[in-house]
């Protein structure tokens, strides 16, 4: 019976024969891997009559107006959809040369499903912040107005993927293999320690060789999260990733993700590589004669099937198959009698014993004929297996000057990367004291010659006026606000800031979005949340309206501690909406999300400076990463959760949490500069990215530099993480002030 492997290969040699293109391959491969290694009971699932066609073609322009692409060549096709080589046509025409970038577009079937959508939003959000020169680089993801197709801009890479080289090449050295996966295994310990991440799909097609020689792993849509608390963030479902790569455990319901689901992966491959297999091995996976039987004993611990059993990481099962172990046991097909002595030199049977010879002559000269040929036998099998002896102690010679050599090397690039630090931290340290400089010069001149035009609204010299709406027929009240009086104000960030957060890490295309930098007259007075919606606020909504969550996140356990006076996370931009829809009911009043200048208005206070607290920031003020500074100043804590809405001290406005925490929803659509924006301090929704909506505050997870006031963060409508919360708005009356009722 024909076995998976051997469909596999006679697919491979069709398509290097050009009678099967690489999507048709990729296709009927992944076929033939899901038939294989599907659950014996579990029934074929229907053929599906629709089409996944994308109906894209060379030449042909995708992307929102303001940022189209290209498309150049189809460079393969996934599970998700296609991915192309495209041309950005934006820094074509800025530069006046090709910029390529490759496009992840994610087909029309699936871009009808909100899961699968919020899925590759998932990854493009997530994989942005995986800085690692072994992962490929995510710029940023969008959608096509013209088709709706979702779909993630990345780095475009040349070379070819492990599948590609393992069918060229064939079975490949423990050595080569080791030294493939090496990088693997760096950016997946990256990824865990800084991010608790576990990618989940480790397969030869989602680790790519470059043209230089360097390794990049592919596609974190599927990773996984794992929290404080036993929780866990799951964007994908439990049952996935690739079959026959696959932990057992994998699809084992309220499971945590661990790294040893990576673990397995990595061992079928190591598996699959040293045997040059084109699919991996269907049930107990065969030993290869290449390994010895502790490198074979620590291979099977890697695809063991109790995670338990598994090493801890996949830089463990690394270092256990490259480490030094016993020489490989003598074949079976060579034995060494126990009589022969091992001596270097073979040393030659001694002369029979002369005696009388008998009178069967012939039959004494056979038998002495036969015990000269077992001695010969003997000593030619000494001759070989030292032979073997000496080859292999030559082979591990070789073997100890390369790794030294390697060691060197690495210590070597070791110094020179320390250098490079050292120079790259005395010029961000450079950088900060020009852009201090040229801040405090700033801020000499505006205090010489203030501006006319200036009129903010003044800051109160009392204690903030308060209010709060009953409901209307039951027991129980809207959250807590405060009254905000009409004003100007200057929205964006001036050139000095913008210096600094640049020697902070801040990238151009986040601080274009700051600009240009504008006055804003806030017409009326309005009632802003006085803290961000908290878990107890929400809790009455969801019992009184039946609502469900739809997101990847449980708003009730996020996986830290939180209390009714913690803000809400787990909320999309849609269920903010619905929540404002029925405060509106419940009290008679109008409730909505703050448009964005009402927000940084109501954060500034009235403030010029960074922050509403002065030019300076740190974990005594507000709730963030503390590993991380702002310009020049002290680290301090990394609480890795939220904080009580009342934990920090308020703006001079009596607003809390209005830096970190939590991420807040406001209204506006997402654009990618202040061109064109309104002057009167309404909601920006013509125009734009209309599936992402504004984000404002930072959050527990992010940088101190993403809390300034004037920072602006788009994400997509639909999606919802432990990082986001909102606060709402009421209008005020007809008469003008809102009053409390």
């Known amino acids: ?148 197709s979702y779909f993630v801009i990345m780095e475009c890479l040349e070379g070819e993927d492990l599948d590609s080289l393992l069918a060229r090449e064939g079975a490949l050295p423990l050595a080569r293999v080791l030294a493939l996966l090496r990088p693997v295994a760096e950016a997946l310990d990256y990824a865990w320690e800084r991010h608790r991440l576990v990618h989940r799909d480790i397969k030869p097609a989602n680790v790519f060789v470059t ?29 996935s990733g690739t079959p026959g790569y696959r932990a057992p455990e994998a699809g084992s319901p309220g499971s945590v993700p661990a790294r040893q689901l990576d673990v397995y992966s990595v061992a079928v491959m190591v598996h699959q590589m040293v045997k040059g297999l084109a699919a991996p091995a269907i049930g107990e996976p065969p030993r290869p004669q290449e390994l010895n039987d502790a490198r074979w004993e620590a291979l099977r611990s890697g695809f063991a099937q109790d995670p338990a059993a598994r090493p801890e990481s996949v830089t463990a099962l690394l270092d256990r198959l490259a480490a030094p ?32 010879e008998p009178v069967d002559s012939q039959a004494d000269e056979r038998s002495r004929n036969l015990a000269a040929a077992a001695a010969q036998a003997a000593r030619q099998q000494l001759r070989e297996q030292q032979k073997r002896e000496r080859l292999e102690a030559e082979a591990a010679r070789r073997a100890r000057r390369d790794a030294l050599r390697e060691q060197l090397a690495a210590r070597r690039d070791e110094e020179v990367a320390k250098t490079r630090q050292a120079q790259d931290e005395a010029q961000r340290k450079l950088l900060q004291a020009k852009a201090a400089a040229a801040y405090l010069a700033e801020q000499e001149r505006a205090r010489k010659q203030p501006t006319p035009q200036e009129a903010p609204a003044p800051a109160p010299a009392e204690p903030p006026t308060l209010l709060r709406d009953r409901f209307l027929d039951t027991e129980g009240a809207a959250p807590e606000l405060v009254v905000l009086r ?7 960030s001036p050139e000095h800031e913008r210096k600094i957060a640049m020697a902070c890490g801040a990238q151009k295309n986040w601080l274009a979005r700051e600009t240009p930098q504008h006055w804003v007259g806030i017409a009326r007075p309005f009632a802003m949340g006085r803290y961000p919606v908290t878990v107890g606020e929400w809790r009455v909504f969801v019992e009184a309206t039946g609502w469900q969550p739809g997101g990847e996140v449980d708003w009730s356990a996020p996986g830290f501690p939180q209390t009714d006076m913690h803000p809400v996370v787990g909320v999309s931009w849609g269920d903010a909406q619905r929540y404002v829809a029925w405060l509106s009911e419940r009290t008679g009043r109008r409730y909505r999300l703050p448009s964005e200048a009402e927000w940084e208005y109501a954060c500034r206070a009235g403030t010029k400076t960074a922050f509403s607290f002065g030019d300076a920031i740190d974990t005594n003020l507000a709730n963030y990463d503390g590993n991380f500074t702002w310009n020049g100043g002290a680290r301090g804590d990394y609480r890795r959760g939220t904080t009580p809405v009342d934990h920090f001290a308020p703006n001079p406005w009596g607003l809390h949490d209005m830096h970190g925490n939590v991420w807040e929803w406001v209204q506006d659509v997402m654009h990618d500069s202040y061109e064109g924006a309104p002057l009167d301090g309404s909601a920006w929704e013509e125009g734009g990215e209309r599936a992402r909506r504004i984000l404002r505050g930072g959050s527990w997870l992010y940088n101190p530099r993403y809390l300034r006031s004037a920072l602006r963060n788009g994400f997509s409508a639909v999606m919802s993480n432990d990082i986001v919360g909102f606060r709402v708005v009421r209008e005020p009356d007809e008469e003008g002030a809102p009053d409390e009722r």
């Open 325 to 356: 172990d016993a020489p490989a046991s003598v074949p079976d097909a060579i034995v060494v009698e126990p009589a022969v002595p091992a001596a270097p030199e073979p040393i030659p049977a001694p002369e029979p014993e002369p005696v009388p």
């Open 211 to 239: 043209a230089r020689g360097d390794v990049k792993l592919l596609d974190f849509g599927i990773a996984a999260r794992a929290r404080a608390g036993g929780r866990t963030a799951t964007e994908a479902p439990a049952l």
């Open 1 to 148: 019976m024909q076995t998976a492997i051997d469909k596999i290969r006679e697919l491979r040699a069709l398509h290097e024969d050009g009678l099967l293109s690489r999507q048709e391959f990729d296709q009927r491969k992944n076929a033939i891997l899901d038939a294989a290694h599907a659950p014996a009971q579990a029934p074929a699932a229907p053929t599906s009559s629709r089409g996944t066609e994308l109906g894209l073609m060379a030449g042909q322009q995708v992307g929102p107006p303001n940022r189209r692409y290209r498309l150049e060549r189809l460079i393969a096709l996934g599970g998700m959809g296609q991915v192309w080589q495209a041309t950005d046509l934006a820094t074509h025409a800025e530069l006046g040369h090709s910029a390529q970038v490759a496009l992840k577009i994610l087909s029309p079937e699936l871009t009808e499903s909100a899961s699968h959508a919020k899925l590759l939003v998932q990854e493009a959000t997530r994989a942005r912040r995986l800085a690692h020169e072994h992962i490929v680089r995510v710029y940023d993801w969008a959608q096509d107005p013209a088709t709706s």
């Open 486 to 492: 009409a004003g100007r104000f200057q929205m964006g």
